[in-house]
C-alpha cells in the first residue's frame, strides 16, 4: 500500500506554545488529506478535510482558527496547533486519498502531543 | 444510536484460534466497508476493503459484509501473537465522503 510519514512522532511543548505537525504522502500523490484527532479508548474523530490547494473544510466542533491546516502541494499537508493546552494533548493522525483510490486513505503513523 | 457500532473488547484468545470481530451500522447508504488494524501509538493500518455484500479473503483474513442485516465481521485464522491489535471497522457512502469509523475491537492472541 501507500506510504504516509508523519512529523514528528512525539511532541511536548508548553502550554500557549504553537505545535506544527507534517503530513506526508511519500509515493503518491495526495488530492486529499484528513486530520485524525484519537482519545485513548475512542475511535479516530475527524477534525479536517483538506484538498490540495484550497481551504480546509472543518467538522463542527472544531475551532479552524486553533487548529491551522495548509495543503500546499499534493504530497504535504500540515497542521499547526496554535496556543496548544493541556487539553489538546492527544494522538493526532493523518490520512491521505489519492485521486485514483477514492475511497481508500493511507493513515500516517500518528503524532502524540503532549501539553504541560 | 451510533451509526457504527462496534464492541470494544478486550477480546482474548489462545493462539491458533479463529477470531470473529464484528460491527453493525444503522446507515443503509454505508457502501464501502474496511477493516483496520492499530498496533498501540501508531496509526491504522488497512487491511481488508470491500464493497458488495458477500466474503473476501486475503491469507488468513476473511472479511464478510451483508447489507440486509448491517452487519460486517473480520474473521481471523490462526490467530497469532502478532495479530494482537486493535481492529477498527471503517464504512463510506462513496462518493468522497467521510469515513466514519467503529470505536475498535482490542485483541489479544496469547501465546
Known amino acids: 500500500g501507500a506510504v504516509v510519514s508523519q512529523h514528528p512522532s512525539r511532541v511536548i511543548c508548553k502550554s500557549g506554545t504553537s505545535v506544527k505537525i507534517e503530513c506526508r504522502s511519500l509515493?503518491?500523490?495526495?488530492?486529499?488529506m484528513f486530520w485524525y484527532r484519537q482519545f485513548p479508548k475512542q475511535s479516530l474523530m475527524l477534525m479536517a478535510t483538506?484538498?490540495?490547494?484550497?481551504?480546509?473544510?472543518?467538522e463542527q466542533g472544531v475551532e479552524k482558527d486553533k487548529f491551522l491546516i495548509n495543503h500546499a502541494s499534493l504530497t504535504l499537508s500540515t497542521l499547526t496547533v496554535t496556543s496548544a493546552h493541556p487539553e489538546d494533548s492527544s494522538f493526532y493522525i493523518c490520512s491521505a486519498r489519492g485521486a485514483a483510490a477514492y475511497n481508500e486513505q493511507f493513515f500516517g503513523p500518528g503524532t502524540r502531543l503532549t501539553v504541560l | 444510536q451510533k451509526e457504527v457500532e462496534q464492541d470494544p473488547g478486550p477480546l482474548s484468545v489462545p493462539e491458533g484460534a479463529i477470531v470473529s470481530l464484528n460491527c453493525t451500522y444503522s446507515n443503509s447508504a454505508f457502501q464501502y466497508f474496511m477493516w483496520y488494524r492499530q498496533y498501540s501509538r501508531k496509526g491504522p493500518e488497512l487491511l481488508m476493503y470491500t464493497y458488495s455484500s458477500g466474503n473476501k479473503e486475503d491469507g488468513r483474513f476473511t472479511a464478510q459484509v451483508d447489507k440486509s442485516s448491517k452487519y460486517i465481521s473480520l474473521f481471523i485464522r490462526d490467530s497469532q501473537p502478532s495479530d494482537s491489535a486493535t481492529y477498527l471497522c471503517?464504512?463510506?457512502?462513496?462518493?468522497?465522503?467521510?469515513?466514519?469509523f467503529g470505536i475498535g475491537t482490542k485483541l489479544q492472541v496469547i501465546p
Open positions: 483538506s484538498n490540495e490547494g484550497s481551504k480546509a473544510t472543518y
Open positions: 509515493d503518491f500523490q495526495a488530492t486529499t
Open positions: 471503517a464504512m463510506i457512502q462513496g462518493g468522497y465522503q467521510k469515513v466514519t
